[in-house]
Nanobody, 128 residues
Framework: QVRLVESGGGLVQAGGSLSLSCAASGLSFSNSTMGWFRQAPGKEREFVSAISWSGGSTYYTDSVKGRFTISRDNAKNTVYLQMNNLKAEDTAVYYC?????????????????????WGQGTQVTVSS
């Protein structure tokens, strides 16, 4: 059974930083592209960032480029999202996700429909 568990969310002032973690189990983590998505109240779930199974390629939505950094530790089956210079518009529930397809290509990274496994989410609230 695949399990993704996010942690690290919280309340932070604008301009501050948070580091999210997602611990994975029950899947071939080192062969899995991993993604982070977020959903704000009343809005659709949107792509934030993804990292290839090897860690060699990373992808970001334009609004977080230069502020967020995704990384992974395959020895710990964990993917991270370092978020700096947070803004009020970053407020959302952040979800970790993985596709069932192993070694998925970059083309799937930003489409939530291509991800089969999801964590329960962690709340990030940025006060202005």
């Amino acid at each position: 059974q695949v399990r993704l568990v996010e942690s690290g969310g919280g309340l932070v002032q604008a301009g501050g930083s948070l580091s999210l973690s997602c611990a994975a189990s029950g899947l071939s983590f080192s062969n899995s592209t991993m993604g982070w998505f977020r959903q704000a109240p009343g809005k659709e779930r949107e792509f934030v960032s993804a990292i290839s199974w090897s860690g060699g390629s990373t992808y970001y939505t334009d609004s977080v480029k230069g502020r967020f950094t995704i990384s992974r530790d395959n020895a710990k089956n964990t993917v991270y999202l370092q978020m700096n210079n947070l803004k009020a518009e970053d407020t959302a529930v952040y979800y970790c996700a993985a596709p069932q397809l192993l070694r998925a290509r970059a083309e799937i990274a930003n489409n939530p429909a291509n991800y089969n496994y999801w964590g329960q989410g962690t709340q990030v609230t940025v006060s202005s």
